[in-house]
């Protein structure tokens, strides 16, 4: 029998009237399409929130692999232009930030300049969602890359 067919028997505290749910989800790529409930403009930011590192499918007790899924629902928003506008700038202007080393370089040193000497009121706004939860890390008194070309640099 398929994993995911048995997931409900791993989950004993799903509720009954949850099940039948949470397996038409799981079972069906297509489901999204065939479920009123389900609201792709809603919950499109779920999958940008994993950092698709694997982690999750290494402890999955049914070895469901939840980053291909979560990266095949990326590619199904994207393709169905589903995520907001503000999401698909973010992603393009970070495309073009991580595709040339020279800006993402400089981009790294400017962040770590203003983050070291702008208030904290700038920094904590309600501009930054990411900062309502959590603090920002302090930036670190020397980048991997130059820890790299000073230590490894001229070595082959």
């Not at 048995?6 to 989800?25: D, I, N, S």
């Given at each position: 029998?398929?994993?995911?067919?048995?997931?409900?028997?791993?989950?004993?505290?799903?509720?009954?009237?949850?099940?039948?749910?949470?397996?038409?989800?799981?079972?069906?790529?297509d489901s999204a399409d065939h479920d009123p409930t389900f609201n792709q403009r809603k919950y499109s930011n779920l999958p940008f929130a994993s950092t698709l590192n694997g982690s999750?499918?290494?402890v999955c007790p049914v070895k469901i692999n939840i980053h291909e899924q979560i990266y095949a629902w990326r590619r199904v928003l994207v393709e169905r232009h589903e995520t907001p506008l503000a999401k698909r700038i973010e992603m393009k202007a970070a495309g073009e930030l991580l595709s040339r080393p020279a800006?993402?370089?400089?981009?790294?040193?400017?962040?770590?300049?203003?983050?070291?000497?702008?208030?904290?009121?700038?920094?904590?706004?309600?501009l930054n969602a990411w900062g309502r939860h959590r603090e920002v890390p302090h930036p670190p008194k020397q980048t991997f890359h130059a820890w790299y070309q000073a230590n490894r640099g001229g070595k082959q």
């Open positions: 029998m398929h994993p995911l067919r048995r997931l409900h028997e791993h989950l004993p505290g799903l509720q009954a009237q949850r099940r039948p749910q949470l397996r038409r989800h799981l079972f069906r790529p999750c499918s290494n800006a993402y370089r400089a981009a790294i040193a400017a962040a770590d300049v203003a983050l070291a000497h702008l208030p904290r009121w700038v920094i904590y706004n309600g």
